[in-house]
Structure formats: structure tokens, C-alpha cells
């Protein structure tokens, strides 16, 4: 079992939707990305978490570390919002240092017209 | 200004070759990693390099080998290439205490 589960793993929507995609972790982590990828290939930071929430534009990205899990909504849904997010985690290691991100198999989000 | 670029973004190649990836980050960034995107599109760490000094390496096999000439570049090498190393390869960068990462746009490796 990986230990980022993203749900769905598909969702089409139709534009002006609220869209929800969760992710849940197993691992201690100290830090939570959302991440996204459109289909041209790059990779981009939308939000780094580790408590409560962060709103960028008609993005919101929540965690609860107590029950490992986050959210990714988009408010307003638009079609250039299709891509494919992405949840990562780094996890959290005893003297700290510098660790590489665990991912999810991603959501691929559809938002037609 | 890129943050973090790597070249080339396409690379096709035969079976049996050695070939190089470069990245390099201008954000003044102490750690840089390199994952690999496989045909699924499931993202994986391959190393990371902290301040010169190799941090994980997650039992990739050998003939990959990172190279740091310093802080800014982290390269790539892979020998003797084979047909299940056709991939994406993305190179990122962030800060040592868990700061947020930025991503190269990805280089696609074809082995034929």
C-alpha cells in the first residue's frame, strides 16, 4: 500500500463546480504539498502545508495532521483548471535533514465547458 | 529568470548508451533532488544531494549515478542504458529545513 493515497483518481466536472480532491497519509510527515501538472508536463508547487489552511485565489488547501489527511478544493472551477494535482508529503525523520517528497498517483481533473 | 532548469527536455537514445542530464537552480537552494515519472505517471525519488553530500538513494541501481560540481548543479549520468529506464526524469530543488520545492519542467528519456 503507498503511503499518500489520493482520491479519485479521476474527476471530470463541469465548469463553475466545487471541486474536492483528499489525500491521506500513514506516515509521520512535517511537511504537505499540493502539487500540479497540466498536460505539457511541468511540475508546480501550489501549496506547502503543515497545519490548517492556505487559500490562493480559488484554490483552499487544508490538513489535519491529527488525522492525516488534506483537501484540495478549487471554488469556481474553469477549464484551465484541468491538470493533474498532485499530493506529496515529506516525512518527518528524528535530527531533520533534508528529504526527498513521497507522492500520490495523482488526480486527473477534467473540467469541461 | 528559470528557477530550476535541466537539459535537454527530450532525449531519445539506444539501448547500451551513456547519456547525461543536467540541472541547475538559481535559488540559492542547499538541497536538490532528482525523481522519476514511469509511464503511470507515479513520481519516485531517485537521490538527493545536500550541500555536496549524497542523502538518499532509494535503491536505484547503480548504473545511475548523481554528480554534484557544486551547490547550483546536480547532473544526471546513466550507463549502460536500457529499455526501462525510458522515463521522465524531473529535477527539483528546495531549502534543507522544509521549504517549499520547485521543479524542472522534466526531461523525457526514450530508450530504443
Known amino acids: 500500500k503507498n503511503e499518500v493515497e489520493q482520491s479519485p483518481q479521476n474527476l471530470t466536472a463541469q465548469e463553475g463546480e466545487f471541486i474536492t480532491i483528499n489525500c491521506s497519509y500513514s506516515?509521520?510527515?512535517?511537511?504537505l504539498h499540493w502539487l500540479q501538472q497540466h498536460p505539457g508536463g511541468g511540475i508546480v508547487s501550489l501549496f506547502m502545508l503543515s497545519s490548517g489552511k492556505k487559500k490562493h485565489g480559488r484554490l483552499i488547501a487544508t490538513i489535519n495532521i491529527q488525522e492525516k489527511h488534506s483537501s484540495l478544493h478549487i471554488t469556481a472551477s474553469h477549464p484551465r483548471d484541468s491538470a493533474v494535482y498532485i499530493c506529496?508529503?515529506?516525512?518527518?525523520?528524528?535530527?531533520?535533514?533534508?528529504?526527498?517528497?513521497?507522492f500520490g498517483k495523482g488526480t486527473h481533473l477534467i473540467i469541461q465547458p | 529568470d528559470t528557477a530550476v532548469s535541466q537539459t535537454p527536455k527530450y532525449l531519445v537514445t539506444q539501448m547500451g548508451n551513456d547519456k547525461s542530464i543536467k540541472c541547475e537552480q538559481n535559488?540559492?537552494?542547499?538541497?536538490m533532488y532528482w525523481y522519476k515519472q514511469d509511464s503511470k505517471k507515479f513520481l519516485k525519488i531517485m537521490f538527493s544531494y545536500n550541500n555536496k553530500e549524497l542523502i538518499i538513494n532509494e535503491t536505484v541501481p547503480n548504473r545511475f549515478s548523481p554528480k554534484s560540481p557544486d551547490k547550483a548543479h546536480l547532473n544526471l549520468h546513466i550507463n549502460s542504458l536500457e529499455l526501462g529506464d525510458s522515463a521522465v526524469y524531473f529535477c527539483?530543488?528546495?531549502?534543507?529545513?522544509?521549504?517549499?520545492?520547485?521543479f524542472g519542467q522534466g526531461t523525457r528519456l526514450t530508450v530504443v
Open positions: 527539483a530543488s528546495s531549502g534543507t529545513w522544509n521549504t517549499e520545492a520547485f
Open positions: 506529496a508529503v515529506r516525512s518527518q525523520r528524528s535530527g531533520g535533514g533534508a528529504d526527498g517528497l513521497t
Open positions: 506516515v509521520g510527515i512535517s511537511a
Open positions: 535559488l540559492g537552494h542547499d538541497t
